[in-house]
């Protein structure tokens, strides 16, 4: 575990944290006046090893050959000119630290960053870190990589579960959940039923890796959930009159996939960030999974949990109703899908490249 210091005076900025993988839904915009809870789990945090924040270039002022050495192979509006390497925290593992009035400008129902750093060291007033609250963005703290650094902490170093011990544990992603807004036909926030951001972004990451992996041919996946996740959109967006390749789901606690599957559906494991490999080498394409998202659709629940107030008498059975299904057909995030496929050499293809230019008419049309 480490803590984080300011490089101005030493001291303390955060609470002790263990490093995990940056989860994929991190830069997500959800919706439109949506309140999105805290991005990061207590106790942790993750590192954008890309540029990120102010200040930004647009793509006309960029050679591509400096955009393809960062890793970004197709047109993007903007790149940022930050610095790499930016630490996302939890908002409540913060300590030491003030806000910056000057610098709280450009946001709608909170602070966005927009003008940089907004939180300063407590003791020495050096600007160490910006608060994301606004809506639709993940609540976070970024650490600027050049005012901070990282102590260990000793006697707290710990091992990463193994896949078998995060199968036993079981923790799956619910694929919907109650989403609020700041507002609605009534003052104050309001809710609904809806897909999870969560796996609204999974999907679009997957979904980017599917097209490279379907070598321009449709693409099957398993019926049900996983079906419904992906399907459609692999339909719309792949020729029909071709072989089709075949996407399996493959991870612990399954059976080790076929010979013939020419995609594997695979968790991340979400403390080292790797992607599950079976024990066998084969030449399917792996697509990642964050590993709740892919524990629920290894191993569905019948019925989501609901919540209840009280204490059943002993010997009292429940048999809830199952929770609603949201109304919409599901939509994978475009944002995520997009950033994810100009970072994949496969966008390259001139198929991919006209899939790329296609995408704002395809969300006006509801496939993202």
Request: with cysteine; aromatic share 10%; net charge negative.
């Amino acid at each position: 575990m480490f803590v984080f210091v300011c490089t101005g005076c030493g001291a303390e900025l955060t609470a002790p944290l263990s490093q995990v993988p940056l989860p994929v839904h991190t830069h997500q915009k959800y919706g439109n006046g949506i309140q999105l809870p805290v991005l990061m789990e207590p106790g942790t945090f993750a590192v954008e090893p890309e540029p990120w924040g102010p200040p930004w270039r647009r793509w006309e002022e960029i050679d591509p050959a400096e955009a393809a050495a960062r890793g970004i192979y197709a047109p993007v509006h903007t790149l940022s000119d930050g610095a790499p390497g930016t630490i996302v925290i939890a908002p409540g593992d913060v300590r030491g630290t003030r806000l910056i009035p000057e610098r709280a400008g450009g946001y709608c129902c909170g602070l966005d960053g927009a003008d940089g750093p907004n939180m300063a060291c407590e003791a020495c007033g050096l600007p160490v870190a910006s608060r994301i609250d606004d809506c639709s963005l993940w609540q976070a703290v970024w650490l600027a990589p050049d005012a901070v650094r990282r102590q260990p902490v000793e006697g707290t170093d710990a091992v990463p579960l193994s896949w078998a011990e995060l199968t036993a544990e079981g923790r799956g992603t619910p694929p919907f959940e109650p989403i609020t807004a700041w507002e609605g036909p009534r003052l104050g926030l309001y809710h609904w039923w809806s897909w999870s951001p969560r796996w609204e972004a999974a999907a679009g990451r997957a979904l980017a890796h599917l097209l490279v992996a379907s070598e321009g041919r449709p693409v099957t996946v398993p019926v049900g959930l996983t079906a419904e996740v992906f399907q459609r959109v692999l339909d719309t967006l792949l020729p029909a009159d071709a072989p089709k390749r075949r996407a399996v789901l493959a991870g612990p606690g399954w059976p080790a996939p076929d010979a013939d599957a020419d995609i594997l559906l695979v968790p991340v494991h979400p403390q080292t960030g790797e992607s599950w490999t079976p024990a066998e080498a084969t030449s399917a394409y792996p697509v990642p999974l964050p590993f709740g998202v892919w524990w629920w659709l290894a191993f569905p629940e019948p019925h989501l949990p609901a919540p209840a107030s009280g204490v059943m008498p002993d010997g009292v059975l429940r048999d809830d109703p199952p929770l609603p299904h949201p109304y919409s057909l599901f939509q994978a995030d475009w944002g995520v899908f997009r950033r994810t496929l100009v970072r994949l050499p496969g966008v390259r293809s001139p198929w991919m490249r006209e899939i790329l230019e296609s995408l704002t008419p395809y969300a006006r049309a509801g496939l993202f």
